[in-house]
């Protein structure tokens, strides 16, 4: 059978057709930075571009050549998505590296990934002073800085300093033209189970993934947008913000370090921010500075929560109180990282608003450009019933087929395992319920850790919740509820039991609770349940049943 060819242009989906893009229809709109300096830095869209050619150019004058790497320690700020553009748009790969990572840790990442580069703000000198020496790839440290912040004594060799760097070039240069599925960045996992593994990105790969996530259906972005990323430009890119908001041209606010709730709501009211996105514990510190200060948003409408599930108590504060929309979302590192979003449909509307509330708990829908399925302990798939729960699977156009360094291919059958228990309803609504480590077995039956943890965060008194499965002699395990409170709360165990009473089935009520000053948590907010489990294996439970 002979095809006909379609008559088309052929041009492949660059990152720096973004930024073009932007400085060319959006050339005048603000890109606005809370800097680690501590004063608010300005500029446009068309600026930016400028200065990130500035930087491909600065990054050739010191030997760059396609394909290295070029590590970040940074904040969110205008530097960093220059960066950002400038790597990846020359042929060279932007690896973010997460500062709040131990540093033995860090510099082992920076190896693997054989940065030749490291670029990192101000205020993480002291930590990259203290790692330099063992960075064995990196050929050049770049503090993104002025000359006057430049320090008088240092460890670091060679030091530079970013800004010279830029301005000692014309930007007179045009990026260069090359195949879409050129690797563009890199992200690490965050490495819970053995050493972090990268996730290796394609031009192709992101660019579609900016397309899906500006959708109506996805987050909504436009050029009327005034975007807040909350979520780090380290964490998995801050979720494609960076190069969605290009794409659609909108104005940009970054927030550097400033992430606590007076500093966050002071610059949404300044900028009048629309839209934002970041994970849970973020806006536990904003509710809590705006409820304390009984204060309103005046121009937010919209935010993505993701990174771990969003109690149903959060969803209905963000949305009762402050009118706020919360759109629900997972992802993972290795879906660059968006895999499914929760927001109604049209059938939907008309229903009661307890009923939209349970679809809005649930992670949702995935865009196109990605597919989903649940199978059981067979890889045999499971029903789309909102009831059978079994492995999550996802394929797509921006999902990882290998991870980098690593000989074995993750996928099984072309779909990739995430480690998320799931079920997915008759509409696509995907809910976890656990991650297949975390689920507890208790006496046959599977009880959800999610479900008991949204619960109790649900509970006036708490803070933060963690329930972990521990050996117990006559179910095989049992729910241990650990939880943090709110400054100046105080319940009691038996006050917390009793909260679940007819909210889930008595035997799936934990057996007993442990009241902590804080819970572990990794570098990117997630709880540390391996941690709490190796803490309480030998826990006694205070009652028999």
């Avoid at 973004?18 to 606005?32: K, Y």
């Avoid at 794409?247 to 992430?259: A, D, I, Q, S, T």
């Avoid at 009118?323 to 979003?341: C, D, F, K, Q, R």
């Avoid at 890889?379 to 074995?408: C, N, Q």
């Amino acid at each position: 059978m002979s095809l006909l060819p379609g008559q088309m242009m052929q041009m492949p989906l660059l990152i720096s057709s973004l930024i073009t893009h932007a400085a060319r229809h959006s050339g005048d709109v603000e890109i606005v930075s809370r800097r680690v300096e501590g004063d608010l830095h300005r500029y446009t869209w068309a600026e930016a571009e400028l200065r990130a050619r500035k930087l491909a150019q600065a990054l050739a004058r010191l030997g760059c050549q396609a394909g290295d790497r070029v590590g970040t320690l940074a904040w969110n700020g205008y530097r960093h998505l220059e960066i950002y553009y400038g790597t990846s748009g020359s042929g060279l790969l932007c690896h973010t590296v997460n500062p709040r990572l131990f540093p033995q840790q860090i510099a082992w990442i920076i190896n693997d990934a054989a940065d030749r580069i490291l670029c990192f703000d101000l205020n993480l000198l002291p930590l990259v002073e203290q790692i330099a020496a063992d960075c064995r790839t990196v050929q050049h440290f770049v503090l993104l800085a002025g000359r006057a912040q430049l320090p008088d004594q240092t460890t670091i060799p060679g030091l530079l300093c970013y800004e010279d760097m830029v301005a000692a070039e014309d930007g007179d240069m045009t990026w260069p033209t090359f195949d879409e599925t050129t690797a563009a960045g890199i992200c690490y996992t965050s490495g819970t189970t053995g050493d972090p593994k990268g996730a290796v990105y394609s031009h192709r790969s992101t660019v579609l993934h900016s397309y899906a996530a500006a959708m109506p259906d996805a987050m909504n972005l436009s050029a009327r947008d005034v975007v807040l990323p909350v979520v780090p430009m380290f964490h998995v890119n801050a979720w494609g913000l960076p190069y969605a908001t290009a794409m659609v041209g909108c104005k940009v606010v970054f927030p550097g370090p400033h992430l606590d709730g007076k500093s966050l709501y002071e610059l949404f009211e300044a900028e009048q921010v629309t839209f934002s996105a970041g994970v849970p514990t973020v806006w536990m510190g904003l509710l809590a500075h705006m409820q304390t200060h009984q204060l309103k948003f005046s121009s937010f409408r919209c935010t993505v929560i993701g990174g771990a599930a969003c109690p149903a108590s959060m969803i209905d504060t963000l949305v009762d109180d402050f009118g706020v929309e919360v759109i629900h979302a997972w992802g993972m590192t290795e879906l660059s990282p968006l895999g499914t979003l929760s927001r109604l449909r049209g059938k939907h509307l008309g229903l009661p608003k307890d009923e939209q509330r349970r679809l809005m708990a649930k992670q949702g829908k995935a865009p196109y450009g990605i597919d989903l399925r649940i199978v059981d302990g067979a890889g045999a798939p499971l029903p789309w019933d909102g009831k059978a729960a079994g492995e999550l699977m996802v394929k797509g156009h921006w999902v990882i087929s290998d991870y980098f360094r690593t000989p074995k291919s993750p996928l099984q059958d072309g779909w990739f395992p995430t480690g998320d228990v799931a079920t997915i309803d008759g509409d696509g609504f995907m809910q976890i319920t656990d991650r297949s480590k975390d689920v507890i077995k208790s006496g046959g039956e599977w009880i959800s850790s999610i479900a008991l943890e949204n619960l109790a965060v649900g509970h006036p008194a708490v803070q933060q919740a963690a329930v972990i499965s521990v050996a117990h002699p006559q179910w095989g395990e049992r729910p241990l509820l650990t939880v943090v409170l709110k400054p100046g709360a105080a319940v009691t165990r038996e006050a917390l039991l009793a909260f679940y009473e007819g909210k889930v089935p008595n035997w799936q009520v934990p057996n007993d609770v442990i009241f902590l000053p804080e819970l572990p948590q990794t570098a990117t907010g997630k709880i540390q349940k391996l941690r709490l489990r190796e803490a309480f294996r030998n826990h006694q439970w205070s009652q028999p049943g």
